[in-house]
């Protein structure tokens, strides 16, 4: 079947823009996450979904990041006013059972 | 001190050798422990996935668990040059679904 997908696979844009980045979960997975991944460091957590509802959004870095995920299943990651630091890998993960996360190829984000 | 440490300095070894990898943590919480490998530029992709201490083979791969020292280890025995990847350690607790990573390994299997 198929995994996990996200698209873009490659953004750029200018420091001070919005974004938005797409995950395609694998189908009938309830469980959603977003990670980050700077370069020689593992993903880091920013969000968990259970369904529609975010249940842990502690690893969101500042009020400039936002995820929805409206129908339970394709989530949207959303950052406004987008700044250099915020270039990185932004990784997507779904799972059926606890700790099993299955991950997709990722979005690399660059601001300029 | 980070929850989960790895060392991350490069590994180059001779292919057919044993590859030996390992991660410590200092959350006591952890139950679920995996490992990933990850190619250039493409998502983690999970090799093994283990509950709580204990050993579990999976062809060439072996992970072990030992939860009394916080400790856990991949071997990767007659090692190929397409194991040539990072390699990440991952763990959670019970309900706490965020995973907690180490920094990555890279290993460079040389023909």
């Known amino acids: 079947g198929a995994g996990v997908s996200q698209t873009p696979s490659n953004k750029v844009t200018e420091k001070g823009k919005y974004v938005e980045l797409r995950c395609d979960p694998i189908?009938?997975?309830?469980?959603l996450y977003w990670y980050r991944q700077s370069l020689g460091q593992g993903p880091e957590f920013l969000i968990y979904?259970?369904?529609?509802?975010?249940?842990?959004d502690s690893g969101l870095p500042n009020d400039r990041f936002f995820a929805v995920r409206p129908e339970g299943s394709v989530s949207t990651l959303k950052i406004q006013r987008t700044e250099r630091g915020d270039s990185a890998v932004y990784l997507c993960a779904s799972s059926s059972r606890a700790g099993e996360q299955f991950f997709g190829p990722g979005t690399r984000l660059t601001v300029l | 001190q980070k929850e989960v440490e790895q060392d991350p300095g490069p590994l180059s070894v001779p292919e057919g050798a044993i590859v030996s990898l390992n991660c410590t943590y200092s959350n006591s919480a952890f139950q679920y422990f995996m490992w990933y490998r990850q190619y250039s530029r493409k998502g983690p992709e999970l090799l093994m996935y283990t509950y709580s201490s204990g050993n579990k083979e999976d062809g060439r791969f072996t992970a072990q668990v030992d939860k009394s020292s916080k400790y856990i280890s991949l071997f990767i025995r007659d090692s190929q040059p397409s194991d040539s990847a990072t390699y990440l350690c991952a763990m959670s607790g019970y309900g706490n679904n965020r995973l907690a990573f180490g920094k990555g390994n890279q290993v460079v299997v040389i023909p």
């Open positions: 979904f259970q369904g529609t509802g975010a249940a842990d």
């Open positions: 189908s009938g997975h309830t469980a």
